[in-house]
């Protein structure tokens, strides 16, 4: 599966953004969905995922409650909605996808099937 994400930009502290990531193919119910994000000079890190129907969801400590993961497979489409941002959530935001029929589990232990290309958040103070 293909990946494009969008929805990145400049926000400041406490706003709101909602980030998107499309996909090409037929069976995109079939991939567990994530997002990732790194910030400069620091690793990747893992932020969300989501199973093959929405149904579970798994949230990084430090986005808990504050981002939402979903997905519509009408669309395929997965979204993060990030809310109360923060300046330390500044980062490149990438989707991933595990391989076909994978658990979503499978992003946590870093088995990917595709990436998508980045987008870029910056949380000003």
């Known amino acids: 599966v293909q990946l494009q994400a969008s929805g990145g930009g400049l926000v400041q502290a406490g706003d709101s953004l909602r980030l998107s990531c499309a996909a090409s193919?037929?069976?995109?119910?079939?991939?567990?969905m994530g997002w990732f994000r790194q910030a400069p000079g620091k690793e990747r890190e893992f932020v969300a995922a989501?199973?093959?129907?929405?149904?579970?969801?798994y949230y990084a400590d430090s986005v808990k409650g504050r981002f939402t993961i979903s997905r519509d497979n009408a669309k395929n489409t997965v979204y993060l909605q990030m809310n109360s941002l923060k300046p330390e959530d500044t980062a490149v935001y990438f989707c991933?996808?595990?391989?076909?029929?994978?658990?979503?589990?499978?992003?946590?232990?870093?088995?990917?099937?595709?990436w998508g290309q980045g987008t870029l958040v910056t949380v000003s103070s």
């Open positions: 991933a996808a595990t391989k076909e029929d994978s658990s979503w589990y499978a992003l946590l232990l870093g088995d990917f099937g595709s």
């Open positions: 193919g037929r069976t995109f119910s079939s991939y567990g």
């Open positions: 989501i199973s093959w129907s929405g149904g579970s969801t």
